[in-house]
């Protein structure tokens, strides 16, 4: 089991910014990689994602060129760089694991753990 501790989110308006932490609580965390997913009313859709070890990463087209993410290895912690945000950015964004190499980057199914998720809201 891994414990993810999300911390970030909240109010801003649409242009602005935010970041979003992810934080795996054991101190002996491996993984092959983390991503982002949100959740609006509706389905959960994809964001991005990080290969842990070489730091490659993969974004939705909705976000690319406006979310960044990234991650600290030594503090076991993933970070998402929201900016130039949209009222459609609205939603609860949760952090993930992806412990195995196989499987989509895009798929929630190929994801192991879960953070509690956090609301982000974009007002316009």
């Known amino acids: 089991q891994v414990e993810l501790v999300q911390s970030g989110g909240g109010l801003v308006q649409a242009g602005g910014s935010l970041r979003l932490s992810c934080t795996a609580a054991?101190?002996?965390?491996?993984?092959?990689?983390m991503g982002w997913f949100r959740q609006a009313p509706g389905e959960r859709e994809f964001v991005a994602a990080i290969?842990?070890?070489?730091?490659?990463?993969y974004y939705s087209d909705s976000v690319k060129g406006r979310f960044t993410i990234s991650r600290d290895t030594a503090q076991n912690t993933m970070y998402l760089q929201m900016n130039s945000l949209k009222p459609e950015d609205t939603a609860v964004y949760y952090c993930?694991?992806?412990?195995?190499?196989?499987?989509?980057?895009?798929?929630?199914?190929?994801?192991?753990?879960w953070g509690q998720g956090t609301q982000v809201t974009v007002s316009s």
């Open positions: 290969n842990w070890a070489s730091g490659g990463t």
């Open positions: 054991d101190r002996a965390f491996s993984t092959y990689g």
């Open positions: 993930a694991v992806k412990k195995t190499s196989g499987s989509s980057w895009q798929s929630g199914l190929a994801y192991d753990y």
